[in-house]
């Protein structure tokens, strides 16, 4: 007669079979992603309530002291920097506001930054959450896509402001959202699309709830909605949205829109004044129609401002004056190995011309300088161990050689 084969363990709670079970004194078993499951829903069941917001009226700093504290970490971008200053500066006048009789509503003025990418969008917003010590997420438009599509919903943006204001609500409800790549989902055209476009109008039109400001249903993990899912209530009207785009060739739809203005000698004489190699700072609402946002949520983005390309003389500053400049932060890397770092001017020279020759802004000069310094972040720490050198000097010959074997590396693999 066969012996009766044991039968297999399973959670009584999820009905799994699982390596690590816990019994109970009936014979119950639960697994352990239950039991972590249980203690994270028990900790945002008992997390106490905080302040809706740590700022008052008298401590809500000024537009010139936001510009200030701005400076001290954004080279540059003297007339962003005062858009974004006056619009923070209301807001929050605003969420802080006291109730009153008269029938004034004041209405929330969200943000649009139109610049290149590397031109320090998404270092703007960081840095001004960082002074107000508000809830502040990052999300990317790329990902969303229409209700009922592959990807994630309008209003998985949320999650993560919840997760940076540790599933507080009341408190990531007067938080910072920056969308980022909000240029990615204009539409393919012009005109109306008679076809679905799930990735691009469909999304805006589903972000339009969100900015103007009403209350959403966020799944507590993001992804998809489910029927017999629990959401958590956010409401959006005090939350400041603030989108960034590179819009990429939006310039020839500004440079047609003034070349048709052009009608007899006055308008002629203003066509000359117009600095062709910076056309972004003309930048108008209908630019943006054009480009293949709509309407709608043109209307939802009122403060409307541009970030200038930058010169040899700000990617030279950003290496050297921010707080947490990169040479700042290279330095102190290895000052954590007890090894002093420095750079000679001749190697940052070479550095930023090599940034303006990849046109990728900042960004670029991020790259390069790990390429520079790779090498030697490898091979100081076993040095100093071993008692060989305490310093290091980084001059444009050892940057040099490092790039163009980069370069060379480069050219290899893609052969």
Do not use: W
Not at 82 to 94: G, I, P
Not at 154 to 180: H, N, P, T
Not at 361 to 369: D, F
């Amino acid at each position: 007669m066969a012996r009766k084969q044991p039968q297999p363990e399973v959670c009584s709670f999820c009905g799994r079979e699982m390596p690590e079970m816990f019994s109970g004194m009936d014979g119950s078993l639960i697994c352990n992603e239950c039991i972590e499951a249980g203690h994270t829903m028990l900790l945002t069941a008992t997390k106490p309530t905080s302040e809706p917001l740590s700022l008052t009226m008298s401590e809500l700093p000024t537009p010139q002291q936001i510009k200030d504290f701005l400076d001290q970490y954004v080279i540059g971008q003297e007339n962003a920097k005062r858009f974004l200053s006056v619009a923070v500066y209301n807001h929050y006048k605003r969420v802080l506001q006291e109730k009153s009789n008269d029938d004034v509503e004041i209405e929330k003025s969200n943000i649009l930054l139109v610049g290149s990418t590397g031109t320090g969008k998404t270092l703007l917003a960081r840095t001004i959450a960082k002074m107000l010590k508000v809830p502040f997420a990052i999300v990317d438009a790329t990902t969303l896509t229409e209700a009922g599509y592959v990807g994630e919903d309008v209003e998985s943006l949320l999650v993560r402001l919840l997760q940076d204001a540790e599933y507080d609500v009341q408190k990531a409800q007067r938080g910072i959202v920056f969308i980022d790549e909000i240029d990615k989902i204009a539409r393919k055209s012009e005109n109306p699309s008679i076809t679905r476009d799930v990735s691009g109008e469909g999304v805006q039109q589903g972000l339009l709830k969100l900015l103007e400001g009403s209350i959403v249903n966020v799944p507590p993990q993001g992804g998809r909605k489910h029927p017999d899912q629990e959401y958590i209530h956010v409401d959006t009207k005090n939350i400041l949205f603030i989108c960034g785009g590179a819009f990429d060739g939006i310039e020839r739809k500004i440079a047609q829109r003034m070349n048709t203005q052009v009608v007899g000698f006055d308008a002629q004489q203003k066509a000359a004044r117009v600095d062709k190699n910076d056309l972004l700072q003309y930048i108008a609402p209908q630019d943006l129609k054009s480009f293949g946002l709509i309407p709608e949520i043109i209307g939802r983005l009122p403060v409307l401002t541009y970030l200038q390309p930058l010169d040899r003389t700000a990617l030279r500053n950003i290496l050297t004056e921010p707080k947490n400049a990169l040479t700042k932060q290279y330095r102190k890397l290895m000052a954590m190995d007890g090894i002093t770092l420095s750079f000679t001017d001749e190697a940052l020279d070479y550095i930023v011309d090599k940034a303006l020759e990849y046109k990728l802004g900042a960004r670029g000069l991020r790259g390069l300088m790990e390429t520079v310094m790779t090498d030697m972040m490898f091979e100081m720490p076993g040095k100093k161990k071993l008692g060989i050198t305490q310093s290091f000097v980084v001059t444009r010959a050892y940057a040099q050689e490092k790039i163009d074997k980069a370069d060379l590396y480069r050219l290899q693999q893609a052969v």
